[in-house]
């Protein structure tokens, strides 16, 4: 089988769209507005980025995710086009898709709720909720027609019967855990894939009764991610050790066991016909196969580097996949890949919730879902860069902007008239970059982090992006992530979160801040500044001291010679983000932005009426390098804000 790469510039996913910024854009190096004046420059982030997808007579089915509304637009495999659109009236998007005949049944996230998709028509039908949970994960049908999901933060599996409208409750297939990720149903038995600590459970569709499936030897990972069942066999993705079990429905004592060279598998297709198994694996973003004659696992195709398959589906001598934003297709008779950009066949990139805003001077960067938006202020255009993974902190860095990138904590550098290279891995268990500061003294990135799923503690890496040179220190809080970083005189300063991989309970109860001495790269001092304070969320320097903000909205000032906390004051509580310009330090909540005096610590108000929407993390701000403006959202608009 000859093994196909599809260039980089064929694939839409990697293809900067060139589009007006703001009709303000080329205004933004206009001095003479008053400080406070608001710019509006257009949509931050656009993107069409689709998660869930289910295969239906001839036409895949996609449905978007962190755009509103969510859409789910089909996309005829013959005529290679998106023909039809249908709006969903509630959710910020949808992992979870299953077809019952015609009908496609989309679950959303954020709320958590079912439709129903008449696909032969227009009719888009809520048909039940799964509240309180937020999310429905995963979606299977059985063979007599019933739908079969997996929630989150409850970790429910719940029955929804078509033919009566009822919603059964199976409970949590796992109690104490958050997530069933995803799900398969035969016509006795669900199977749900627990994390995030890995359990595979067996539930009787009649009684409820539950039982452990997964072996012994695998419960030490994450997540049961992925499931596919075939004819008696489920197939089992495992993170983080891109571990997929093939086992014996009928016996699950009996398994295969076939190891990839990736963390994750993300999408399997089982095909009967030829006794294989397809597999969509990251972060090297491989399409495999596994042989079950020979036991062979072999590389059919990488669309790009980082590709991320949503699922796959066999269609006689074609492979499909659903990757970010493209259906590409691989002949499995010849071996070529080819592939079409959803945005070019029909479904237009809309505004995006953004991850985290940098400017350079010349240009503001904006991240988002697999891609960053580079916003010219002097041509007045927008056009996206794509990325295999979300930047939760940019930092300019000599010309270039540095992307810390979540998953895997990943590093990656951005020309400002280039693609993003990925320049080196932080390791040492991590996944969620939270925070990430350039120290020009030192010559060193600070990057604090956040560990894998279901385990505890974070770490603050060091990296010289001359040398590649890169150390990582794992939790130097102990059983807390480094959720906020800042550096000054050979020291970094270290904000910490309660709050360790996602699906854990927190094993402190404040947050702790902590001074790094970089010649000795050792700890020399550990204190809580805000009792009762779960996050510290950002933090600057300015003159002599390091100020903080928690998620309570405490705003302290820290004296670091004598290591203890020498003034405080208060803003509104909430996920907020500070930058200094010269002596003052701005912040936001996302709400307003406020001015801070550190000297006096005294805060004002700068600007409000914002109302921000941005996903996960802190609020957006950045300062330009000349300190004549901001950079902020407005809704799910970039906006500049004069000082």
């Known amino acids: ?185 035969d016509a006795t038995t669900i199977y749900a894939g627990v994390g995030s600590h890995a359990h595979l459970i067996a539930i009787d569709r009649a009684t409820g009764a539950k039982r452990e499936i997964l072996p012994a030897a695998y419960a030490d990972r994450t997540f049961v991610a992925t499931l596919a069942l075939e004819n008696g066999i489920l197939a089992a993705g495992l993170s983080a050790t891109g571990t997929m079990l093939l086992i014996d429905t009928a016996d699950p004592t009996r398994y295969e066991v076939v190891q990839t060279a990736d963390n994750y598998v993300t999408a399997i297709a089982i095909d009967p ?27 059919l195709a990488i669309p790009y580097d980082g590709a991320s398959f949503g699922r796959l589906f066999v269609t006689g001598d074609q492979l499909r996949g659903v990757v970010t934003n493209t259906i590409v297709t691989y002949d499995l008779t010849t071996g070529e890949l080819s592939g079409v950009d959803l945005t070019q066949a029909g479904m237009p990139p809309a505004p995006e919730l953004a991850m985290a805003v940098t400017t350079d001077g010349p240009r503001v960067y904006v991240s988002g879902k697999a891609g960053v938006q580079v916003h010219d202020l002097v041509a007045g255009t927008s056009e996206r860069r794509f990325l295999p993974g979300e930047a939760k902190a940019m930092t300019p860095i000599g010309g270039d902007v540095w992307l810390s990138v979540y998953t895997l904590a990943y590093l990656f550098k951005l020309a400002p008239d280039g693609e993003p290279v990925r320049m080196a891995t932080i390791g040492h268990d991590q996944t969620r970059p939270l925070d990430a500061v350039y120290s020009p003294a030192d010559k060193l990135l600070v990057v604090g982090t956040e560990p894998e799923y279901g385990r505890y503690g974070g770490a603050v890496a060091f990296y010289d992006p001359r040398t590649g040179a890169l150390d990582a220190y794992r939790d130097v809080l102990p059983d807390q992530s480094v959720r906020s970083v800042a550096v000054k005189h050979g020291t970094a300063y270290l904000g910490g979160s309660i709050n360790n991989g996602f699906g854990t309970t927190p094993r402190t109860t404040e947050a702790h801040l902590a001074g790094f001495d970089l010649a000795t790269r050792t700890k020399t001092w550990d204190i809580v500044p805000v009792p009762g304070a779960g996050q510290i969320v950002s933090l600057v320097t300015t003159g002599n001291r390091v100020i903080g903000l928690t998620e309570t909205g405490v705003l302290f000032a820290v004296d670091p010679a004598r290591r203890a906390v020498v003034a405080t004051t208060t803003v509104a509580p909430g996920q907020g983000r500070m930058v200094q310009v010269g002596s003052v330090v701005y912040g936001t909540t996302g709400k307003d932005i406020w001015r801070l005096d550190p000297a006096t610590m005294t805060v004002a108000t700068f600007v409000t009426g914002l109302n921000a929407q941005w996903y996960g993390g802190s609020a957006l701000l950045a300062a330009a390098p000349d300190g004549t403006a901001l950079y902020a959202l407005r809704g799910r608009n970039l906006v500049r804000v004069q000082l």
């Open 273 to 299: 016909a030829r006794n294989d198994v397809y597999l969509g694996t990251r972060p090297s973003g491989t399409l495999r196969k596994y042989d079950r004659d020979t036991g062979e696992l072999s590389t």
């Open 1 to 185: 089988m000859r093994r196909r790469t599809l260039p980089l510039l064929l694939t839409l996913a990697a293809v900067a769209l060139a589009l007006p910024a703001g009709p303000a854009a080329a205004e933004t190096a206009d001095l003479t507005s008053p400080p406070g004046t608001v710019t509006d420059l257009g949509p931050a982030s656009e993107v069409t980025s689709v998660n869930g997808a289910e295969l239906i007579d001839g036409t895949v089915y996609t449905a978007t995710g962190g755009v509103s509304p969510t859409i789910v637009g089909a996309y005829d495999l013959d005529k290679q086009v998106v023909d039809r659109r249908y709006a969903l009236p509630t959710g910020g998007g949808a992992w979870a898709t299953a077809a019952v005949g015609t009908d496609l049944y989309v679950g959303t996230y954020t709320p958590g709720d079912l439709y129903r998709i008449d696909t032969t028509s227009t009719t888009v039908t809520k048909v039940a909720s799964v509240a309180p949970d937020s999310f429905i994960w995963a979606l299977a049908a059985s063979p007599d027609g019933k739908l079969y999901g997996g929630t989150y933060p409850g970790g429910r599996v719940v029955e929804y019967d078509p033919a009566t409208g009822v919603l059964r409750d199976y409970g949590a297939a796992v109690p104490g855990e958050q997530y069933v990720r995803s799900i398969a149903v």
